[in-house]
């Protein structure tokens, strides 16, 4: 039987904004105020602070940890993580153009970016990272449409999840509380190549708050209100969704507390890794344990109670950016301070 072991690699003595993971997992921006910490997240290892000139919304890590992006209120800002290339950021100006979503190429050398442009159509931007220049860009991805309502070629929200190993982009388009879909593309040299296979918004399929690819690339998973859909890439065909019941959403009779799959999970080729989670009036996210569930049978085949100093008393979260998952890494922070932890699976 699998057996999933957790190891603690690090700890900061400081509670943080936000935690920021690369797509495999193996580097950990640490937000606290202006100053971002970054890490290498398999040794526990402090990288170098670094300072933003005001408060960024979003922050995405090259997956090979020399290069972060961070978008401010009105510019992009491309900042070198590596001692000997410090000095070097690169800006671009975004006066009147907001970015909802961004990733970094496997590789490093380009920077995806779902742009909107006040009073025009949206995009999605290939942009080499050295300059910040665009270089390709696709209108909004449509799906099938079901909904007069969103049929604009705006985003309106969007999502960006990339998988390194095949170099693969994954946009999820959402409306508040409506999934719009789930496209995919890949980049050919400097060229924007969408694949044919996507999600559509069909069914009752509502809007995922997580999306992951397995570590091989074969399938795609989205989390959405304590229900897993498990897809078969590249063709998207459905292998299942709430596996019978594995993935548990259980209300008590007053209504107070609700278990559920947290977003916090990934895939190994065919298992896959999830924290469950408690909540407790509605008001604190608490974590109690990783399950190993395969997805070949749909059984759970493994528990691991997380660590006392994540558990239900030590673990609470007004926010899900207070946990985070990737690769092998599970990130958390609590009052007393900021966890990093490697997950490892002997089948």
């Known amino acids: 039987m699998p057996q999933l072991s957790i190891t603690q690699t690090g700890f900061v003595r400081y509670r943080v904004n936000s935690l920021h993971l690369s797509a495999d997992g193996r580097f950990v921006g640490l937000r606290r105020g202006r100053y971002v910490s970054l890490y290498d997240a398999a040794a526990g290892k402090f990288l170098l602070n670094f300072l933003l000139s005001s408060r960024y919304k979003r922050l995405t890590i090259a997956p090979n940890g020399m290069l972060l992006a961070a978008y401010t209120r009105n510019e992009l800002v491309m900042i070198p993580a590596r001692e000997q290339m410090r000095g070097g950021r690169v800006r671009r100006r975004l006066d009147d153009e907001s970015c909802h979503s961004m990733a ?69 388009r959402t409306a508040g509380d409506t999934f719009i879909g789930t496209f995919f593309f890949q980049r050919d040299g400097e060229r924007i190549q969408q694949m044919p296979a996507y999600v559509d918004s069909a069914g009752d399929v509502n809007p995922p708050y997580h999306t992951f690819f397995s570590q091989d690339g074969t399938r795609f998973a989205a989390a959405e209100s304590g229900l897993l859909w498990l897809w078969a890439l590249p063709d998207m065909t459905l292998i299942g969704r709430d596996f019978h019941g594995s993935m548990p959403s259980l209300r008590s009779a007053d209504g107070a507390a609700k278990e559920y799959a947290g977003e916090f999970a990934f895939i190994y080729p065919d298992y896959l ?9 509605r008001k604190s996210i608490h974590v109690h344990e990783l399950r190993v569930l395969d997805t070949r049978t749909r059984e759970i085949v493994h528990t691991l109670p997380l660590p006392q100093s994540l558990g239900y008393d030590g673990w609470q979260f007004m926010h899900y950016n207070f946990c985070a998952m990737s690769g092998r890494t599970l990130v958390g922070t609590t009052q007393s301070g900021t966890f990093l932890y490697q997950l490892d699976l002997t089948l």
């Open 104 to 172: 970094f190429t496997a590789d490093g050398e380009h920077l995806w970016c779902a742009f909107q442009k006040l009073g025009h159509t949206g995009r999605l931007a290939l942009l080499r990272s050295s300059t910040l220049e665009e270089v390709a860009a696709v209108p909004v991805p449509q799906g099938k449409i079901y909904s007069w309502s969103y049929t604009t070629p705006d985003w309106p929200e969007a999502s960006l999840t990339l998988h390194p190993a095949t170099d693969t982009l994954a946009v999820t």
């Open 273 to 281: 890794v999830f924290a469950v989670v408690s909540e407790v009036f």
